[in-house]
T-cell receptor, first 113, second 117 residues
Framework: QKEVEQDPGPLSVPEGAIVSLNCTYS??????FMWYRQYSRKGPELLMY????GNKEDGRFTAQVDKSSKYISLFIRDSQPSDSATYLC?????????????FGAGTILRVKS | GAVVSQHPSRVICKSGTSVKIECRSL??????MFWYRQFPKQSLMLMAT?????????EQGVEKDKFLINHASLTLSTLTVTSAHPEDSSFYIC?????????????FGPGTRLLVL
């Protein structure tokens, strides 16, 4: 079993839809949870990060963490064609210098206009 | 802010040659940098953790003599793929964690695409 499970998709939605992306994990020591967006042939771009459980909102993006269920989500409201990309969840344990990230496989999102 | 660059963006080389990839944090200092490899349609796999002024820590299965890492300053880390072979062809991405900042986050470079013929 992988430490982080993420459905690779692809997920196709019409423009304006609400998108829900999810990851599950098995390591209860994970404390930091991140979502990255990666366009084709580019490096990942940090979208959101949260510490421990709870919700965090930034514009059209909302990140949720449920540590009791070992489940994290990223919601995208009013999705746009420019949101089409691969979304990677990542998580790490508490460490003093530069936490090592464990990534999910990434979900390919396609927003159709 | 938090910009990380990589050079070159793409390199094609012959089998048996060595290739050096640079990773720079442009607007912040990074005590720690990470090197990842990503194969097509797969996620990022951590290769090694690079700490300024000390030896890199390699992940299990990554040959330290083949993938040489040097983190000589707080803004530069280099990865040298020695005696490259076609199976080393991949997308190499570095990331950096700001010193004294939010150490749990990493900012990624744009990646270097290596093709070994």
């Amino acid at each position: 079993q992988k430490e982080v499970e993420q459905d690779p998709g692809p997920l196709s939605v019409p423009e304006g839809a609400i998108v829900s992306l999810n990851c599950t994990y098995s390591n209860s020591a994970f404390q930091y949870f991140m979502w990255y967006r990666q366009y084709s042939r580019k490096g990942p771009e940090l979208l959101m990060y949260t510490y421990s459980s709870g919700n965090k909102e930034d514009g059209r993006f909302t990140a949720q963490v449920d540590k009791s269920s070992k489940y994290i989500s990223l919601f995208i409201r009013d999705s746009q064609p420019s949101d089409s990309a691969t979304y990677l969840c990542a998580m790490s344990e508490l460490a003093e210098y530069g936490n090592k990230l464990v990534f999910g496989a990434g979900t390919i999102l396609r927003v159709k206009s | 802010g938090a910009v990380v660059s990589q050079h070159p963006s793409r390199v094609i080389c012959k089998s048996g040659t060595s290739v050096k990839i640079e990773c720079r944090s442009l607007d912040f200092q990074a005590t720690t940098m990470f090197w990842y490899r990503q194969f097509p349609k797969q996620s990022l796999m951590l290769m090694a953790t690079s700490n300024e002024g000390s030896k890199a820590t390699y992940e299990q299965g990554v040959e330290k003599d083949k993938f040489l890492i040097n983190h000589a300053s707080l803004t530069l880390s280099t990865l040298t793929v020695t005696s490259a072979h076609p199976e080393d062809s991949s997308f190499y991405i570095c990331s950096a964690t700001p010193s004294g900042g939010a150490r749990e986050t990493q900012y990624f470079g744009p990646g270097t695409r290596l093709l070994v013929l």
